[in-house]
């Protein structure tokens, strides 16, 4: 649950109960892509991954993590226990890239019923 708070933080632009406790434009700024990625679309910023469609998310060893979708307004909050610490022996890292892809798709498919 703390991570979906947190991703609704991000999501609120670092914004609680009106009250602001980050600087106007730190969430922009480490959100903005910084360097490529080996994925196409995918680059990363100050501790986020970043995706060419706007969304981002924070990658925790052993499969933790916060998927966030501004264009949604989705947050995904994964916890986990990977068999190793980044998660590709057992492919469970493209997996849950795979789970965020899978979740974007079917929210666009109930959009356009």
Do not use: C
């Amino acid at each position: 649950l703390d991570f979906a708070r947190f991703g609704q933080f991000i999501l609120d632009g670092g914004v609680i109960d009106g009250k602001r406790l980050v600087p106007e434009n730190w969430i922009e700024q480490a959100t903005t892509k910084r360097i490529g990625y080996n994925n196409p679309g995918q680059g990363y910023g100050y501790q986020w991954w970043t995706y060419d469609n706007g969304a981002i998310a924070a990658r925790g060893i052993f499969g933790q993590g916060i998927y966030l979708d501004p264009n949604r307004n989705l947050i995904i909050a994964t916890n986990s226990s990977w068999s190793t610490a980044l998660g590709y022996e057992d492919q469970e890292n493209p997996n849950r890239e795979a789970f965020y892809q899978t979740v974007v798709s079917a929210i666009d498919a109930e959009s356009t019923q």
